[in-house]
């Protein structure tokens, strides 16, 4: 894993935000608009835009498959940060369009239009399971195709930026959970099922830290490939666990990894006729039940900066605090195709 010290240097000036409608994007362009800082929005679907129009930013409609529009959208912007694909667990040859093409199509872009940074919300997804902590040796081995896009567009926008003199950053983010996550709305409607045991250690991040991190990475000027967590990674026991004892007011249903991952091999060809992605993958199966702990404190140290919400003992209360004031429906949710 690639990492190197943070520059002097700071951007300055516009920043654009793909994916400004979906969970962790939303989350960013608040933080932005806290700080009054210049704005672009990138909106592909503009049912979606009501969201975003609170905030004091530019609202322009453009599209990863529609690299005209791309160049539109980075026209006078100084950053970058690029969290815009389909981000659900499907086969690779669904995923490749977006996450792939469409982020090296908007690389592209950036570079024509002389933006000097570029920040890209990568994935944990592009490590196998392991017991020990991800840390700068762990290679980059993904089981699941999402993990697969994920490093190869990572890969991709580094050697189109190393090209070009641009800043590039690919930050490898845990499981990112929040008010508007999709986990979040499925236990507010009363019923959770979880696909095998819960004991198996994952990293997790809360949506807020998220964008602060994005965020401090481009502040800084760092540049390079890193994985980040909180302070503590925990079992999907004990996050439900801690969720259940703020908020005992749903049901959870356990079914073993063998059959969950039968059932969603069985709805493959249901799946496969739909536009509409989907959550109910193999795939999914496999990614929830992987063993993902990232070393606490990696990256946050580099950049001087730690959680707000160090564990999910801190950072769920706070999720669930702000449920009370905000009512989201998921991208996932709203029914339209990508």
């Given at each position: 894993?690639?990492?190197?010290?943070?520059?002097?240097s700071?951007?300055?000036?516009?920043?654009?935000?793909?994916?400004?409608?979906?969970?962790?994007?939303?989350e960013?362009?608040?933080?932005?608009?806290?700080?009054?800082?210049?704005?672009?929005?990138?909106?592909?679907?503009?049912e979606?835009?009501?969201?975003?129009r609170?905030?004091?930013?530019?609202?322009?409609?453009?599209?990863?498959?529609?690299?005209?529009?791309?160049?539109?959208?980075?026209?006078?912007?100084?950053?970058v940060?690029?969290?815009?694909?389909?981000?659900?667990?499907?086969?690779?040859?669904?995923?490749?369009?977006?996450?792939?093409?469409?982020?090296?199509?908007?690389?592209?872009?950036?570079?024509?239009?002389?933006?000097?940074?570029?920040?890209?919300?990568?994935?944990?997804?592009?490590?196998?399971?392991?017991?020990?902590?991800?840390?700068?040796?762990?290679?980059?081995?993904?089981?699941?195709?999402?993990?697969?896009?994920?490093?190869?567009?990572?890969?991709?926008?580094?050697?189109?930026?190393?090209?070009?003199g641009?800043?590039?950053?690919?930050?490898?983010?845990?499981?990112?959970?929040?008010?508007?996550?999709?986990?979040?709305?499925?236990?507010?409607?009363?019923?959770?099922?979880?696909?095998?045991?819960?004991?198996?250690?994952?990293?997790?991040?809360?949506?807020?830290?998220?964008?602060?991190?994005?965020?401090?990475?481009?502040?800084?000027?760092?540049?390079?490939?890193?994985?980040?967590?909180?302070?503590?990674?925990?079992?999907?026991?004990?996050?439900?666990?801690?969720?259940?004892?703020?908020?005992p007011?749903?049901?959870?249903?356990?079914?073993?990894?063998?059959?969950?991952?039968?059932g969603?091999?069985?709805?493959?060809?249901?799946?496969?006729?739909?536009?509409?992605?989907?959550?109910?993958?193999?795939?999914?199966?496999?990614?929830?039940?992987?063993?993902?702990?990232?070393?606490?404190?990696?990256?946050?140290?580099?950049?001087?900066?730690?959680?707000?919400?160090?564990t999910?003992?801190?950072?769920?209360?706070?999720?669930?605090?702000?449920?009370?004031?905000?009512?989201?429906?998921?991208?996932?949710?709203?029914?339209?195709?990508?």
């Amino acid at each position: 894993m690639k990492s190197d010290h943070p520059s002097t240097s700071s951007p300055s000036g516009r920043s654009l935000i793909t994916g400004a409608t979906g969970f962790i994007g939303f989350e960013l362009a608040k933080l932005l608009d806290a700080r009054q800082h210049p704005m672009r929005l990138m909106v592909r679907r503009p049912e979606r835009a009501a969201l975003l129009r609170p905030l004091r930013a530019e609202l322009m409609s453009a599209d990863l498959m529609a690299p005209a529009s791309l160049r539109r959208a980075v026209e006078g912007v100084d950053t970058v940060y690029h969290l815009a694909a389909r981000a659900v667990f499907e086969p690779y040859r669904r995923l490749r369009p977006t996450i792939v093409d469409g982020s090296a199509a908007l690389m592209e872009a950036a570079v024509e239009a002389g933006v000097k940074t570029f920040v890209y919300a990568s994935s944990m997804l592009v490590y196998d399971g392991q017991s020990g902590m991800i840390d700068e040796s762990t290679p980059a081995r993904p089981r699941v195709d999402y993990g697969v896009a994920k490093l190869e567009s990572e890969e991709r926008l580094a050697e189109m930026a190393d090209r070009a003199g641009l800043r590039f950053a690919a930050i490898r983010l845990p499981h990112v959970y929040g008010a508007s996550d999709l986990l979040f709305e499925r236990l507010h409607r009363g019923l959770l099922i979880q696909a095998g045991a819960g004991r198996n250690l994952y990293s997790h991040l809360h949506v807020k830290d998220a964008a602060r991190l994005l965020l401090g990475v481009a502040e800084r000027g760092w540049t390079g490939v890193a994985a980040v967590g909180d302070q503590r990674p925990a079992n999907w026991r004990e996050f439900f666990s801690t969720v259940w004892e703020h908020y005992p007011r749903f049901w959870q249903v356990s079914v073993p990894a063998w059959l969950a991952r039968l059932g969603t091999e069985l709805l493959r060809p249901i799946a496969a006729l739909r536009r509409r992605p989907s959550i109910l993958t193999p795939d999914t199966v496999v990614s929830w039940n992987l063993e993902l702990p990232i070393r606490p404190g990696l990256l946050w140290e580099q950049l001087g900066l730690e959680p707000r919400y160090a564990t999910i003992a801190e950072g769920i209360p706070a999720a669930l605090d702000d449920c009370l004031a905000f009512r989201w429906q998921h991208p996932l949710s709203d029914r339209s195709p990508y």
